[in-house]
C-alpha cells in the first residue's frame, strides 16, 4: 500500500502547490485581459515582488506580513510606472512592438535584480509557519497547505471583486470595449493602471509564498516561465481555466518528478506547452477568436 | 500579356451563416449576373458585410453553396479563391502599411507567381525575369489605368484616404479577376470621389469585363451604374432585378422607410 | 531619392544598388573589410569575426520577425543546432561547404517542426511556443551528452579549404565574412520578390493576405525556416571560430540580444541587420571596457557584467521601440537623405 500512499503524496503536494502557481498565472491573466497585452515580463514582477519582501522580512526584520505588505506597495509602484512609462508611450503601436517592449522590460527587470541583491540564494523567513503534518502515512510539509489556502483566498476575493464591486465591474468593461466604455463614463487610464497594480501584487503574494518556502534567487524568474504552461493550458483570457490548468499542471508536475526524476522539473512544463499548442491551442476553457472583418 | 479572362456569374445558394444565436444569413440565393455590374443593398445590420464574408470564405455557411461561374467553391480555402479568380476590396481599407503604393499592387498578382523561393533568393534569371514581367503588367495595366503614377512609390499610409481606396482597387485588378468584390468602394468619399470611382469601376467592368458586385449605401451611384440590384434585409433577399423595379418595389420600400409610401 | 539619378527600364530602377555613387561607396567599404586582416590588429580582426557571425543571425531573424512579424525566441536555440550539427559533420570529415548548409537545414528543420503546429494559431502563441522550444533544446543540449557532450560541450575541428586549414581569426574572417556577404545579399533579393513582399503582408495584415492568394501556414512556415536555417549557419561558423562550445553560450539572453539587434538596427531591412549586428556586438564591449576603466575604485562591476548586459538590452529595446521603432537604419536614411538634398532641404 506504500505505492499508494506515494502517489497521494505526490498528488497532493501537486495539488497543493498549483495554489501559488495560479497566482501567478493569474497575474498573467488579469494583465491580458484588462489590457490586451502579454506580459512576458511576469515572472519577473513576481521575482522582483518576492525579494522586496526579502529586503523588508529579511533584511529589516520586519513581521512577515508587515514584510509583504511593504513589498505589495513597492511592486504597485513598479507596476504604475511600467504601465505609465512602457505601455502608455506605445499604445498605438502593433501588438508584437508591445510584445517585445514586456519582452525587453523582463530583461531590464531580471538584470537590475540581479544587481541590487547578487546572483546567490538569500535565506527568507517564511510568511506563514513550516511544520510538517502528517496524515497517517503521507507527510506534508505545512507551508504546501497555508500557501494552498492563502492563494486560493487571494483568487477566491479577486472574483468576487470583479463580479460584485463597481471598480471591478469598471475594469472588465475597459477589457472588453475601452471605447464604449469610455463614453459610459469609465476613467479608462486608471483602470488600466489598476489592472497592471493588482496584477504585480497578485505576483507579489506568489513570490513572497515562493520566497518563504525557502530562499529568493535569480532562478526565480524561471521557474515562473513555467507559467505559461498554466496560462496556455487554461486559456489566456479564463481565470477558471486557469485555477483548472494550475490544478491539473500541478498534479502532472508532481508525478513527473517524484517518479521520473527532479531534472524533469525544468522541461516538463514547456513539453506541456508544445503538446497543447499542438492539440487545442485556445486551451480548455479560453474563446477561439472569431474576428469580425 | 494575358488579357484577364472574361467575368462568370457568381451565385450564391441558400447560404444560411449564424453566430449563436444571431443569424446574419437565412438562406440567401442570388446571382451576379457574368461582366456586368451587381450591387448589394440594404439597411445596416442586413448582413451585407457576412454575405462577402461567406463569399470569401472566411465564414463557412451551415448551409447553401457558392458557386464561381461552373465550379462550386463552397469548400474551397480562401487563399486558394484567388487563383480561381475571386478578388475583394475591404470596407476599412486594408492595404499594407509597411508597403509602397506599387509594392501592394504588385501583391496582387502574388496566386499567379510560381518562381520558388530559393530562386527568388539566388536573384535567379527566371524569378527575375517573373518579377518584372509582373512590373511591367502592373504598370501597363492598372496604375496607368487607375492614373496612380505619380504615388507609385509613395508610402500608402501617407496617402488620403481616397487615394488608399483606389490603391485597393487597383491591388483588386492586379489579381486578374473574373469577380470583383467591392465593400462600400465609396464609404467616406466626398461628390467628386464619388463620381471619380464610379467611373473607374464602370471602366473596369466594360474595359475588363469582369463581373463587378458591389455593397454600397449611395444609392446615387447604386441606381446610376448598376445592371441587376439584390436587396437585402434581416439576412433575407427581399428583391433582385433591375435598378428601377428594385426601387419601387413595396417590400424594399418599408424596409427603407419603414412604412408604406405612394408610389412615384 | 538622390538628385540626378534616373533609369530608362524597370529593371534598372529595382536593382539592388541603383547608383554609380552607391556603388562606388560600396567598393570602397569592400575593399576596406577585404584588406582587414592585414591592416586590422587582433582585437579589431577578433571583434570583426563575432560582428560577421552576430550579423548572420540577425540577418535570420530580421527575416522571421523584421518580415514575417513572427516573434522567435528560440534564435540562440537554432545556433546551438547548427553549432553541434557542426561539430559532427566535420568529425565525419565533410568540408564547411557541405557542413554549414546541412547544419542550416537541419536547423530548419527543426523550425518546421516547431512552427507547424504552432504557426496556425494567433501570434502570441507562437512567441510562447518558441519559448517552450528554446528550453527544450536547452535541456536537450544541457543532458543528450553522447550527442551534445552535456555540460561539457564538444569541440570543433577546423574547416579547411584544399587542404589549408582555416584556425586564426584572419583565416576564418573571410569564411565568416563570405557567408555573410552570401547571406546578405540572398536576404536583400528576398525582400525585392514576391516572396518577400509575401512576408510583410502576412505581418500587416494577414486576413487581406489570404484574400490575396497568400497561403498562411506555409508563408509563416517558410519565414521561420529560413530565420532557422541562417542561425544554423550562424552557429556553425561559430563552432569553427571557438573550435569547442558547450550549452551555456545558447542562453535565452543571447536571444533576446538579437531580437534587441533587430529592433536597434531596424526590422525588416539588411541595413537593419548590419546596424544591429555591430552595434549589439559594441554594447557588450563597452561594457567590459567601462568596468575595466573603472576597476580601481568599483572591483565589483566586473561580476555584473551579465546582469548589467541585460539591463542595457531591455533598456534598448523599449527605448528604441518608444524613440525610433524604425531603428538605426531610419537615422541613417534620414542624414543620407539630408546629405543628398544639400543644398536643399527636402
Known amino acids: ?68 505588505l511593504a513589498a505589495l506597495a513597492a511592486v504597485a509602484v513598479v507596476s504604475t510606472c511600467i ?12 501588438t508584437i512592438s508591445i510584445l517585445m517592449a514586456t519582452i525587453g522590460l523582463a530583461s531590464l527587470l531580471h538584470g537590475a535584480v540581479e544587481i541590487a541583491w547578487g546572483q546567490d540564494p538569500l535565506e527568507t523567513p517564511a510568511l506563514l509557519p513550516r511544520m510538517p503534518l502528517n496524515f497517517g502515512e503521507v507527510m506534508i510539509p505545512g507551508a504546501a497547505i497555508g500557501n494552498f489556502l492563502l492563494a486560493a483566498a487571494l483568487i477566491a476575493a479577486l472574483v468576487a471583486f470583479f463580479r460584485y464591486t463597481q471598480t471591478g465591474i469598471a475594469m472588465r468593461a475597459t477589457a472588453s470595449d475601452p471605447v464604449t466604455a469610455a463614453t459610459l463614463g469609465v476613467d479608462i487610464r486608471s483602470s488600466q493602471r489598476l489592472t497592471w497594480i493588482l496584477s504585480g501584487t497578485t505576483g507579489t503574494v506568489a513570490g513572497a509564498l515562493i520566497a518563504g518556502a525557502g530562499s529568493v534567487s535569480p532562478a526565480l524568474a524561471s521557474t515562473a516561465l513555467s507559467v505559461f504552461a498554466v496560462v496556455i493550458l487554461g486559456g489566456l483570457d479564463s481565470v477558471a481555466g486557469v485555477i483548472l490548468a494550475s490544478l491539473i499542471v500541478g498534479w502532472l508536475e508532481s508525478l513527473t518528478v517524484g517518479y521520473v526524476g527532479g531534472k524533469m522539473r525544468d522541461v516538463f512544463p514547456y513539453l506541456v506547452v508544445l503538446v497543447i499548442l499542438v492539440v487545442r491551442p485556445h486551451g480548455l476553457l479560453g474563446t477561439r477568436e472569431i474576428e469580425r472583418l | 500579356m494575358n488579357a484577364a479572362p472574361p467575368g462568370v456569374e457568381l451565385a450564391v445558394e441558400g447560404i444560411r451563416v449564424s453566430f449563436g444565436g444571431l443569424h446574419a444569413l437565412r438562406g440567401v440565393s442570388l446571382r451576379a449576373p457574368a461582366g456586368r455590374i451587381t450591387a448589394v443593398i440594404g439597411p445596416n445590420g442586413a448582413g451585407k458585410t457576412s454575405l462577402f464574408n461567406a463569399i470569401s470564405g472566411f465564414y463557412k455557411p451551415s448551409a447553401g453553396r457558392v458557386l464561381l461561374g461552373d465550379a462550386d467553391i463552397t469548400a474551397t480555402p480562401v487563399h486558394a479563391r484567388a487563383a480561381m479568380g475571386l478578388a475583394r476590396t475591404f470596407q476599412n481599407v486594408a492595404l499594407f502599411r509597411g508597403l509602397s503604393v506599387l509594392q501592394n499592387i504588385k501583391l496582387g498578382g502574388h496566386h499567379a507567381m510560381r518562381s520558388g523561393m530559393l530562386a527568388c533568393m539566388l536573384a535567379a534569371p527566371g524569378a527575375r525575369r517573373e518579377e518584372l514581367a509582373l512590373r511591367d503588367e502592373v504598370e501597363d495595366r492598372v496604375i496607368d489605368f487607375l492614373e496612380l503614377d505619380s504615388v507609385r512609390h509613395k508610402p500608402v499610409e501617407m496617402l488620403s484616404y481616397g487615394l488608399q481606396k483606389r490603391v485597393e482597387l ?42 463587378v458586385v458591389l455593397v454600397e449605401h449611395d444609392m446615387g451611384m447604386v441606381m446610376d451604374i448598376s445592371h441587376h440590384v439584390a436587396v437585402l434585409n434581416f439576412g433575407e433577399l427581399i428583391a433582385q432585378g433591375a435598378p428601377a423595379d428594385v426601387a419601387r418595389h413595396p417590400e424594399v420600400v418599408r424596409a427603407y422607410l419603414g412604412g408604406e409610401v405612394a408610389a412615384p | 531619392m538622390r538628385i540626378g539619378v534616373f533609369f530608362e527600364t524597370y529593371r534598372g530602377e529595382e536593382q539592388l544598388w541603383d547608383s554609380p555613387a552607391a556603388k562606388a561607396w560600396l567598393a570602397l567599404f569592400a575593399l576596406a573589410m577585404l584588406l582587414l586582416p592585414w591592416w586590422g590588429s587582433d582585437y579589431i580582426v577578433a571583434m570583426a569575426c563575432i560582428v560577421g557571425i552576430h550579423l548572420v543571425a540577425t540577418l535570420g531573424l530580421n527575416i522571421t520577425t523584421g518580415g514575417a512579424g513572427l516573434i522567435s525566441l528560440s534564435h540562440a536555440a537554432f545556433m546551438g543546432v547548427g553549432c553541434y550539427a557542426v561539430s559532427w559533420f566535420a568529425r565525419w570529415g565533410l568540408p564547411f561547404y557541405l557542413a554549414l548548409p546541412l547544419a542550416g537545414m537541419l536547423a530548419a528543420l527543426i523550425g518546421m517542426l516547431v512552427g507547424l503546429p504552432s ?148 526590422m525588416g531591412r539588411v541595413l537593419g541587420s548590419v546596424l544591429g549586428a555591430v552595434f549589439m556586438t559594441l554594447v557588450p564591449e563597452c561594457l567590459r571596457l567601462l568596468s575595466s576603466a573603472t576597476s580601481a575604485w568599483m572591483p565589483s562591476l566586473a561580476n555584473l557584467l551579465l546582469p548589467m548586459g541585460q539591463v542595457v538590452f531591455g533598456l534598448l529595446i523599449i527605448g528604441f521601440l518608444i524613440l525610433e521603432p524604425h531603428g538605426l537604419a531610419q537615422i541613417w536614411a534620414r542624414i543620407r537623405r539630408t546629405f543628398h538634398l544639400w543644398p536643399f532641404r527636402t
Open chain 1, 1 to 68: 500500500m506504500t505505492d499508494f500512499y506515494i502517489f497521494l503524496e505526490f498528488t497532493l503536494l501537486g495539488l497543493l502547490s498549483s495554489g501559488v502557481a495560479a497566482l501567478i498565472a493569474l497575474s498573467f491573466v488579469l494583465v491580458y485581459k484588462g489590457t490586451r497585452v502579454v506580459n512576458f515580463a511576469a515572472g519577473e514582477v513576481m521575482m522582483l515582488g518576492a525579494y522586496c519582501y526579502y529586503t523588508a522580512a529579511a533584511l529589516w526584520h520586519w513581521p512577515p506580513v508587515l514584510a509583504l
Open chain 1, 83 to 94: 504601465e505609465a512609462l512602457v505601455l502608455r508611450a506605445l499604445a498605438g503601436q502593433p
Open chain 2, 170 to 211: 487597383a491591388r483588386g485588378l492586379a489579381m486578374r479577376p473574373r469577380v470583383l468584390l467591392l465593400d462600400e468602394p465609396v464609404a467616406g468619399m466626398n461628390r467628386e470621389e464619388t463620381e471619380d470611382m464610379a467611373r473607374y469601376i464602370l471602366d473596369v467592368q466594360e474595359e475588363w469585363g469582369v463581373t
Open chain 3, 119 to 266: 504557426l496556425r494559431v494567433k501570434g502570441m502563441y507562437f512567441a510562447i511556443a518558441t519559448l517552450a522550444a528554446h528550453f527544450v533544446l536547452g535541456f536537450l543540449f544541457r543532458e543528450w551528452t553522447p550527442v551534445t557532450g552535456g555540460p561539457r560541450g564538444v569541440t570543433i575541428p577546423p574547416a579547411s579549404l584544399f587542404g589549408l586549414e582555416l584556425t586564426g581569426d584572419r583565416r576564418m574572417f573571410y569564411l565568416i565574412y563570405a557567408c555573410a556577404l552570401a547571406l546578405g545579399i540572398a536576404a536583400a533579393n528576398l525582400g525585392r520578390s514576391y516572396v518577400g513582399r509575401a512576408f510583410i503582408a502576412v505581418r500587416d495584415r494577414d486576413i487581406s493576405a489570404e484574400i490575396l492568394g497568400v497561403d498562411l501556414l506555409r508563408t509563416k512556415v517558410l519565414a521561420f525556416m529560413t530565420g532557422a536555417f541562417y542561425a544554423g549557419v550562424a552557429g556553425g561558423l561559430l563552432g569553427y571560430f571557438y573550435g569547442a562550445i558547450t550549452s551555456e553560450y545558447f542562453t535565452f539572453s543571447l536571444s533576446v540580444f538579437y531580437l534587441a539587434a533587430i529592433i536597434v538596427g531596424g
